[in-house]
């Protein structure tokens, strides 16, 4: 079973950053021939696209709420996944989720992720 978890969250004022890791564990499973997103759930809202990057690193793609001031980045040694954010407002208060895609190539759809973290809460104060 493959097992995804989140970690980082907490509080911050406006302005301030925050780096969030996934890690990934199970049987036999390796993150590095995969694409990984992250994606986040504000309160009332629905589950909304973040970052992605693609099975090597050598590509990312961002949401344009969060272009510039987040950067996704992976240690496929360590079978992480990182979010540096940086610059953070209070609209980016929410539940962020990594996810593992069935593809190599970076995507922004959910539906083309088929596994998925518990979430780890981000909250962003003015």
């Known amino acids: 079973q493959v097992k995804l978890v989140e970690s980082g969250g907490g509080l911050v004022q406006a302005g301030g950053s925050l780096r969030l890791s996934c890690a990934a564990s199970?049987?036999?499973?390796?993150?590095?021939?995969?694409?990984m997103g992250w994606f986040r759930q504000a309160p009332g809202k629905e589950r909304e696209f973040v970052a992605t990057?693609?099975?090597?690193?050598?590509?990312?793609y961002y949401a344009d709420s969060v272009k510039g001031r987040f950067t996704i980045s992976r240690d496929n040694a360590k079978n992480t996944v990182y979010l540096q954010m940086n610059s953070l407002k209070p609209e980016d208060t929410a539940v962020y989720y990594c996810?593992?895609?069935?593809?190599?190539?970076?995507?922004?759809?959910?539906?083309?992720?088929?596994?998925w973290g518990q979430g780890t809460q981000v909250t962003v104060s003015s």
């Open positions: 990057i693609s099975w090597n690193g050598g590509s990312t």
């Open positions: 996810a593992c895609s069935r593809y190599r190539a970076t995507t922004t759809r959910r539906s083309e992720y088929d596994y």
């Open positions: 199970g049987r036999i499973f390796s993150l590095s021939t995969y694409a």
